[in-house]
């Protein structure tokens, strides 16, 4: 088993400088992480319990300015709620299943909470959702959210037969159950631009995109799990009343754009809209 205190898979803080998000993304060794991979892969915890947990997309409403809101699963809960269908670059669609899906065993299983989203494309494959959508700030990379998605996918990937069996049964739809899923990173153009746009803070970063742009290919590779980075046009601060509902909405579906990170600068590809309901 994985432990957590020297694994890449596991490290919690990928900061911006000291040292820079570049030079900590590129002195990643893309075999180590494949191997840590496949280590919780083969040692994922299986829960005995159902994995879709029967949700109805309501929760109790608080006040914007509660300390304790959890703005994340409320945007997660909102794009839930659209019920809708979205694009994808090769002119499918995918759409969602549930949010907040627990993948726990045990109370003490670390490092692995819940999926922020899981959503399946029309050829039936998986996609693990970290959604980063702060208030405000630029809160965690996404590096952060890459490897958190990471851990989620291997443990997806581990338990595909019994959510394969679970999707079919609940939602009607069958998953591909030798493919391995999709990550991805998912937040408002906001938060993406924040941690791309030049400025002081860019340069302590560095070109941290084209570093996770190639280890992203390479681990693929190894892997096979992809990594795609999406936006939407959406923030927080601009739907803020509809997430306080005590069932958060939005007023229409965000429109999605693909993030490609691989060029500098950076570019949001806008995606058409799926004329078509979940």
């Known amino acids: 088993m994985i432990d957590p205190r020297e694994s890449i898979l596991f490290l919690d803080r990928w900061p911006a400088s000291n040292p820079s998000l570049k030079h900590s993304i590129a002195s990643v060794d893309p075999d180590a992480l494949a191997a840590e991979y496949r280590a919780l892969w083969a040692n994922a915890p299986c829960r005995l319990t159902s994995y879709f947990a029967g949700r109805d997309g309501t929760t109790r409403g608080r006040h914007p300015d509660t300390p304790r809101i959890q703005w994340e699963p409320r945007y997660a809960m909102a794009l839930w709620n659209l019920a809708c269908c979205w694009p994808r670059l ?20 670390h490092g692995i909470g819940k999926i922020d989203l899981l959503g399946v494309t029309d050829r039936g494959r998986l996609i693990v959702v970290e959604l980063k959508c702060p208030r405000s700030g630029r809160g965690q990379s996404p590096m952060h959210a890459w490897m958190e998605g990471l851990r989620y996918a291997a443990i997806v990937e581990a338990n595909l037969g019994v959510l394969a069996r679970e999707a079919r049964n609940r939602f009607g739809c069958k998953i591909a159950a030798e493919t391995p899923p999709i990550v991805q990173v998912l937040g408002p153009r906001s938060w993406w631009r924040d941690w791309l746009d030049s400025g002081l803070k860019r340069r302590a970063a560095g070109d941290w995109n084209l570093a996770f742009a190639r280890l992203a290919s390479a681990v693929e590779a190894r892997i096979g799990v992809s990594v795609e980075c999406m936006a939407t ?45 979940a």
Request: aromatic share 10%; with cysteine.
């Open 233 to 277: 046009h959406t923030n927080i601060g601009e739907v803020v009343d509809g997430l306080c509902k005590s069932r958060p909405s939005f007023d229409c579906p965000p429109n999605l754009y693909l993030v490609h990170l691989d060029r500098n600068p950076h570019v949001f590809e806008a995606l058409q809209p799926v004329n078509r309901l």
């Open 90 to 109: 090769d002119g499918g669609w995918h759409r969602f299943l549930d949010y907040q899906m627990p993948l726990k065993a045990i109370r003490a299983n």
